[in-house]
């Protein structure tokens, strides 16, 4: 699982993905397929399937990370900025962000502690400010500018049966797409790397232009909460460790019921564990899949625990059971669209 460690180490910001496309495009440059990015930056790619040419599935995995724009530079030399996509405030203060191209490293800080009132005690972002070593705005500018974009500077790494690191929503995602377009198909496979997610679920809808196909699975790193003290006999959202999570039911959409019994029972048939996802907060592709392609669809995700924060981390069995569970589901509609439209 190198590749899903370098993954999370990517710098990807939501409209800044350029990096982990090129990171896949590395990867999967030994295997005979179709690559296209479209006009916001999602990478398309394309494996035509060996016995049918004309039909097959659509998968999609979102490139972008949660992370911040720089929106000010300060006259002290430090840096306001703004959020891009969902990052808890109490997590800000005193964490190592990098910034921009030239990858310029920082500390965000909060008004000292003792210069706040009790009420103050809740951070607000337009409090934090991030510090880059430089003495005034002059300085500043000479290593950053408004509009660059930046993310937790963090290393991922592996622990005894857990992959460490930030991101995991949704690398870890790209990382099974990679893998299940690394296998052998009858039918037409489509990947969607997506961008902008995160702050809107935009990439999918400009990339679904370019795809085509009978089914759509949406591959996410989602929540866990497990902490047993807390919750002893079920957790409001995932388990690590407990299988990919089926999410039936988000916010923007429902997946499909049929497509949820055939995920279901290729989970039971061959022996893989697996959960559904108990909270409805979120968006996913899904939406897109089922609403702009008209075509069957449902999300299957990889438990990550601590999402959207600094440092996450997620079981390596599950993201196996994951790759299991997609390539069986896929490999059961292949069997079907091969009775179907006459392939060998």
Not at 140 to 166: H, N
Not at 291 to 308: D, E, F, L, M
């Amino acid at each position: 699982m190198k590749f899903a460690l370098e993954l999370s180490d990517g710098f990807g910001p939501s409209s800044g993905e350029k990096n982990i496309a090129e990171l896949i495009k590395k990867e999967l440059s030994s295997i005979s397929i179709d690559l296209k990015r479209d006009e916001l930056g999602s990478l398309i790619v394309f494996k035509e399937g060996k016995n049918i040419k004309n039909h097959g599935i659509i998968l999609s995995a979102h490139m972008d990370e949660v992370g911040f724009i720089i929106s000010k530079i300060n006259d002290d030399g430090t840096l306001s900025f703004r959020k891009l996509g969902g990052i808890d405030n109490r997590l800000l203060p005193a964490k190592r962000v990098i910034i921009g191209e030239n990858r310029i490293k920082g500390t965000i800080m909060s008004p000292p502690i003792h210069l706040s009132k009790k009420s103050e005690m809740a951070i607000d972002t337009e409090q934090l400010t991030i510090f880059i070593g430089a003495k005034d705005k002059k300085q500043a500018l000479e290593k950053v500018e408004i509009g660059d974009l930046a993310t937790f500077d963090q290393i991922a790494f592996e622990k005894q049966d857990t992959l460490w690191g930030k991101a995991f929503d949704d690398r870890i995602g790209c990382y099974i797409l990679t893998q299940i377009l690394k296998m052998d198909w009858d039918i037409n496979i489509t990947g969607i790397f997506s961008v902008q997610e995160e702050v809107g679920v935009r990439g999918i809808q400009s990339a679904l232009e370019y795809a085509s196909g009978e089914f759509g699975f949406a591959i996410e790193g989602t929540t866990a909460y497990d902490i047993e003290r807390d919750f002893p006999e079920e957790s409001p959202s995932t388990f690590i460790g407990k299988g990919p999570a089926i999410t039936v039911v988000d916010r923007m959409s429902i997946g499909t019921n049929s497509l949820k019994k055939i995920v279901e029972g290729v989970a039971k048939g061959n022996n893989i564990p697996y959960q559904f996802k108990k909270t409805v907060s979120g968006g996913t592709e899904t939406f897109y899949l089922l609403n702009q392609k008209n075509i069957p669809a449902i999300c299957i995700s990889v438990p990550v625990r601590y999402i959207h924060a600094p440092l996450g981390f997620c079981k390596k069995e599950d993201i196996i059971n994951t790759i299991k569970l997609v390539k069986g589901t896929a490999k059961l509609l292949e069997f079907q669209m091969k009775k179907l439209y006459g392939g060998k």
